[in-house]
């Protein structure tokens, strides 16, 4: 039996949640006078998780609109704009896994321009595809 389209939502707006908090600690770690690589790693593996655990199949037809935690701030082009959503997903998947390498080894500097690269790839798909509420 197919999920429920609340679901999904709810799915999805859990899964940025949990990406939320981790680009949040990884740009304080990151803003620390003193990096501390593990909780980096730790991050940036949380982060590649995500970008790597097939979220787009929680944005199937009929999660347009609708509610999960919340009403849902997708934009209703996120589901006619394909090439344009690839596109931004690729992004975000080649930046956050070059994250957790990079993270791995431990160099402070080279971790904030990658998460600064990361951030762009959410800034990218935030900009053409999300709902300023």
């Known amino acids: 039996e197919p999920a429920k389209s609340e ?6 707006q859990s899964a940025y949640q949990v990406l939320h908090w981790n680009m949040d600690r990884l740009k304080a770690n990151i803003d620390s006078p003193q990096y501390n690589k593990d909780d980096g790693i730790k991050a ?3 982060i590649a998780a995500i970008a790597n655990s097939g979220m787009g ?3 199937a037809a009929g999660t347009e609109t609708g ?10 082009a996120f589901f006619t704009d394909g090439k ?3 596109e931004v997903a690729v992004a975000f998947n080649k930046e956050a ?20 690269k990361v951030g762009q790839t ?12």
């Open 67 to 76: 509610k999960g935690w919340h009403p849902t701030s997708v934009k209703p």
């Open 122 to 133: 959410c800034k990218a798909c935030h900009d053409d595809f999300r709902r300023k509420d």
């Open 84 to 86: 344009k959503v690839g």
């Open 57 to 59: 199949s929680l944005f």
């Open 97 to 116: 896994n070059e994250l957790a390498k990079v993270a791995a080894t431990g160099d402070a500097a080279a971790v904030k321009a990658q998460f600064g």
């Open 44 to 46: 940036a593996n949380t």
């Open 7 to 12: 679901d999904l939502i709810k799915w999805r």
